[in-house]
């Protein structure tokens, strides 16, 4: 069952993902990771599980963790053919019932610039972007809301295929980032949005805040003025003070077939079924193990319950070699387990947005 844990936990700022996984990786000898490498087949034969990778080369090692997303393994046990022998019928049922849905965010990013010149460009670098900041809204008041509308909606492929904006959940400022909103979007509307270009994105997020904000915020431009992304290059208008979006980032999880979709939950059938019991178990006489926040008990769709995954199978493997965790106590192994875990493990990263 999922555990609230009363904290909402950001990083701080100037900090990303690549912080976090530095805080392991560089706990593991150097040449152990092997990046952009997709594997195509895992095949038990004996002790040994060997990994076929896509460009035809194998590695062998003595146990294996499965630790991409639910999306990868509920492609991998279906259309994928990945594993071989194929995974036990309880496992494949957990996996189907275990949901995997999608969640997506827009990121725009507003420059205001006030000095504008007739008929010129000018090119900015972030400093003088950062100098000359001021947004329309109040960061100190503007926390952001949820969309509400007068009319229901049944969320699915067809209204989404209509209007995806009707999927947005809301639109939020970002506290570390006093120029960014962050819209988020889920569902069908959100697979929908990741088949648009980023343009239809920027013109539809634009036309959605025109008539959610328009009434509240009478100085608002959302319009973005004409721009070159590459090399921030603004077109300015004497006059005008313009508002630009110099950035727009919109994630594309379900698209990315390294990934395939964003969190997991638990539906009736996963949870009749106790999905969630099965979906940790070990394959292949408890050589291929399985981690991520989709096989975490209590913390599944989590940062801090993926990790705790991978703590789990690599205390379970030193367990079954007889080998101390080191120093890590219960939750955490110490320097000589991540060392071996590294040699004997599989692992696969894949980039996280910021």
């Known amino acids: 069952m999922y555990k609230e844990l009363g904290l909402d936990v950001s990083f701080k700022p100037g900090h990303k993902y690549r912080d976090l996984l530095a805080h392991f990786t560089d706990k593991i000898p150097e040449g152990v990771i092997q990046l952009n490498k997709k594997v195509k087949k ?3 034969d004996g002790d040994v599980v060997r990994l076929t990778l896509e460009d ?3 590695l062998e090692a003595d146990y294996v963790i499965h630790t991409p997303s639910l999306g990868v393994l509920k492609w991998a046990t279906t259309d ?6 194929r995974l036990s019928e ?3 049922k957990a996996i189907e019932t275990t949901g995997f849905g999608t969640v997506g965010k827009v990121y725009l990013r507003y420059v205001r610039i006030s000095q504008c010149f007739p008929n010129s460009f000018e090119t900015f670098n972030d400093s003088f972007l950062h100098r000359y900041d001021n947004v329309w809204w109040s960061p100190d008041e503007f926390e952001g809301f949820a969309f509400l509308y007068d009319s229901p909606s049944n969320y699915t492929e067809a209204d989404a295929d209509a209007d995806w904006t009707r999927s947005a959940l809301g639109i ?10 962050q819209l988020w979007i889920a569902g069908a509307g959100a697979r929908k949005m990741e088949t648009l270009t980023d343009e239809q994105v920027k013109a539809d997020v634009v036309a959605l805040m025109e008539k959610f904000l328009r009434k509240s915020y009478p100085d608002m431009v959302a319009e973005p003025s004409d721009i070159l992304v590459s090399s921030r290059r603004i077109f300015t208008t004497i ?13 594309r999880w379900h698209s990315n077939p390294l990934v395939r979709g964003s969190y ?5 059938e996963s949870v009749r079924m106790d999905a969630m019991s099965e979906m940790f178990e070990p394959e292949m006489g408890g050589r291929l193990r399985f981690a991520g926040e989709a096989t975490h008990p209590t913390f599944s769709s989590t940062v801090h319950g993926a990790i705790e995954a991978g703590w789990r199978e690599a205390r ?3 367990t079954v070699l007889g080998i101390e965790a080191g120093g890590g106590g219960n939750n955490t192994p110490g320097r000589a387990s991540y060392s071996l875990a590294a040699v004997l493990v599989s692992i696969a990263l894949t980039a996280l947005f910021l």
Not at 80 to 85: E, L, R, S
Not at 239 to 251: A, C, E, F, K, R
């Open 42 to 44: 895992v095949t038990q």
């Open 239 to 251: 006059g005008l003070i313009l508002i630009v979006t110099s950035t727009l980032q919109v994630t």
């Open 264 to 268: 997991s939950h638990q539906t009736v």
């Open 316 to 318: 379970e493997i030193l």
């Open 172 to 181: 939020y400022a970002i506290a570390h980032k006093p120029d960014v909103l």
């Open 56 to 58: 035809g080369k194998e």
């Open 90 to 92: 309880k496992k494949i």
């Open 80 to 85: 994928g053919d990945v594993f071989q022998p």
